[in-house]
């Protein structure tokens, strides 16, 4: 129940999440000429390169899903959010420790705060997504359906994930001094046991039921519904949506049994 | 009177080793982290109450827990022991500077530090032109540069006048009652007057005998964690002036 009365706490400090949010992205943009063209940029490179070597070296385009560009660049886009949400919210309590030491606010919202920068990072990169399903349907390679309804599911569930994962790295990262090492070749090492560059049916069973357990491959499989042929597999969604759940809580809990040594420590 | 700041039996326990850092490499080559766990009590037993309005002066010698006590009605440290509750809100001029960012205007700066603190936009751009009335005419001349390019002094006067525009009815210093230069100085004294006569409460900490007499009326003595002696500024000034005679013999 201290969730709910945390995240009470936090709602009512939403014109501060609001100020920090848009701090974040003045920062982000003011010190860089082409600003938001970063933020697209790469997976937009990413997408060229991997299809480049799949569908022209490897000419194994079958990997994924047709159009196999589309996959990627869906994969990838949602991939940034969770893998730039998740380095930095580990760092969290860490890079603002000044502000951390000298406002009384609740704890988690220096954590909250980062996935919804990083959320609305994302958002502004949609028009991108939008621009490729657009010439894709144009030239008929998209098979719409209803599994369109799960991306917004998708989204949500990611940010719910996102903010799990954070309540409970940032506290550890602060105590711990070589974590972010640690995080950052954790994420190297998921980033290929998540099917962002392939599609989850093709990896042989029993292990395509081992990779359900990793959260994100739900949430890609959701983000994915409404675009391809292939119908959507059940499995990974539940699965992810209970483990991020579970998630949530381990992370509200860690992040309150650990805050007062945080703040004696940073 | 009201309590506005009731303090019951606090205590917070710290580790003695500044080393208490964990990694990870560590606890995988040594099968445990070689970090120290010897720990004391910075403050322990420590119990009062400050009434609305009230003047409060925090002494007491280096590592005495002055700060730390400061921290915890600030709500920026959780106690190990006891609890503190606070009824108001706060304006902490603990870390001055602490929410500025470097790379965007004072102008920014401003709306960011205050909006921290809890003010809305409204009220910011009602205050706005007080602010930087306050912090001086180099700050106004340079209010579109990005902050970094401000002088410290400039940087800590500017802090100290958003936090004091907040118009919280508690005041917490921590030995930052006056920053910057000496007209500036005399400038802070006088806003600080202006609040107190407002009838602020007000929490200071200072090792300034001057500033202590100047603005606070009841004295808390803290000496190696413990409460020594809750009374009139005088008599604490006194007895701390005293064992510090004694202790440097």
Redesign the interface.
């Known amino acids: 129940m201290t969730l709910i009365g945390r995240t009470r706490a936090v709602i009512q400090?939403r014109?501060?999440l609001w100020?920090?949010v848009v701090?974040d992205l003045?920062?982000r943009y003011?010190?860089s000429i082409l600003g938001y063209v970063w933020t697209v940029l790469d997976p937009l490179l990413m997408s060229s390169i991997y299809f480049v070597v799949f569908v022209f070296i490897f000419k194994s385009g079958k990997v994924g899903q047709q159009p196999y560009f589309l996959f990627l660049i869906i994969g990838l886009l949602a991939w940034q959010w969770f893998a730039g949400s998740l380095t930095d919210t580990s760092r969290a309590l860490l890079s603002d420790a000044?502000?951390?030491?000298?406002?009384?606010?609740p704890r988690e919202i220096w954590v909250v705060r980062v996935v919804i920068a990083k959320g609305v990072e994302y958002v502004l990169s949609l028009p991108v997504l939008a621009a490729f399903t657009l010439f894709y349907a144009i030239k008929g390679q998209v098979h719409f359906n209803l599994g369109l309804l799960l991306f917004p599911l998708g989204l949500v569930m990611e940010f719910v994930l996102l903010i799990g994962v954070g309540l409970l790295l940032a506290p550890i990262t602060a105590?711990?001094?070589?974590?972010s090492?640690?995080i950052k070749i954790a994420l190297r090492m998921l980033f290929y046991l998540t099917p962002v560059l392939y599609a989850g049916n093709r990896i042989p069973p029993p292990f395509d039921v081992v990779v359900w357990l990793n959260p994100m491959t739900g949430v890609l499989e959701m983000l994915r519904a409404g675009f391809f042929e292939q119908p959507v597999v059940r499995g990974p969604i539940i699965f992810s949506a209970v483990i991020t759940v579970a998630l949530l809580f381990i992370g509200a809990f860690t992040f309150s049994r650990l805050?007062?040594a945080v703040?004696?420590?940073i | 009177m009201s309590a506005v700041i009731s303090v019951d039996d606090l205590g917070i326990e710290f580790f003695r080793s500044r080393r208490r850092r964990m990694s990870m490499r560590e606890m995988l080559f040594h099968g445990q982290s070689t970090h120290s766990t010897e720990t004391f009590w910075a403050l322990r037993n420590i119990s009062f109450t400050v009434g609305e309005g009230e003047a409060v002066g925090l002494v007491g010698g280096n590592g005495g827990g002055k700060s730390t006590l400061l921290k915890m009605i600030a709500g920026v440290l959780l106690p190990d022991e006891g609890a503190v509750s606070v009824t108001q809100n706060v304006a902490p001029l603990i870390e001055l500077t602490g929410g500025f960012v470097g790379e965007l205007s004072a102008r920014d700066n401003i709306y960011l530090q205050a909006g921290l603190h809890g003010m809305g936009k409204d009220e910011i751009d009602e205050r706005f032109e007080s602010i930087v009335e306050f912090a001086g005419p180099q700050v106004r001349a340079a209010l579109d540069t990005p902050f970094r390019h401000f002088s410290s002094g400039m940087q800590v006067r500017l802090g100290f006048s958003v936090i004091t525009a907040l118009d919280e009815p508690i005041i917490l210093v921590d030995e930052v009652l006056a920053v910057g230069d000496k007209v500036f100085r005399e400038k802070c004294y006088k806003r600080m007057e202006s609040l107190l006569e407002a009838g602020r409460t007000l929490f200071l900490v200072s090792h300034s005998e001057g500033e202590l007499k100047r603005f606070s009326t009841r004295g808390l003595y803290l000496r190696a964690g413990r409460l020594a002696m809750d009374g009139t500024m005088a008599d604490v000034l006194e007895q701390y002036n005293a064992d510090a005679a004694e202790g440097s013999k």
């Open positions: 400090k014109q501060v100020t920090l701090r003045r920062v003011s010190r000044k502000l951390v030491r000298s406002t009384n606010l105590l711990v001094t070589d974590m090492r640690v805050e007062r703040l004696k420590e």
